[in-house]
C-alpha cells in the first residue's frame, strides 16, 4: 500500500467555559465541514504550559482538526497562506 501525503489543520482551542471560546470552537466546526467536508473535535484534553514566571500550569484544552487530501510538498504556499488566514 503507497504512502499518502497528507495535510492536517488543527486548532488548539482553551476549554473554558466562556461563549467567545464556545463560538470559536464553532466558527472551526463550520469551516472546516463546509470547506473540506468535515473535521474532528476531540474534547476535554489535558495539557500543559510554561507561564512567563516559568511555572508549569495546568490547561484544559479542545482539538479541531480536519485533513485535507493535499500533498504539501506540492501545495506548500496554498496551505500556508490558508493557515495563516485563520490566525
Given at each position: 500500500m503507497p504512502l499518502l501525503e497528507r495535510v492536517r489543520v488543527e486548532a488548539y482551542i482553551?476549554?473554558?467555559?466562556?461563549i467567545a471560546y464556545r463560538d470559536l470552537l464553532l466558527s472551526f466546526e463550520e469551516e472546516f465541514?463546509?470547506?473540506f467536508g468535515g473535521c474532528t473535535i476531540v474534547r476535554g484534553l489535558d495539557g500543559s504550559y510554561l507561564s512567563q514566571q516559568g511555572t508549569k500550569t495546568p490547561d484544559r484544552i479542545n482539538l479541531i482538526y480536519t485533513d485535507l487530501p493535499v500533498a504539501l510538498s506540492i501545495n506548500f504556499d496554498k496551505v500556508a497562506r490558508y493557515a495563516d488566514e485563520l490566525k
Open positions: 482553551p476549554d473554558l467555559p466562556s465541514t463546509f470547506a
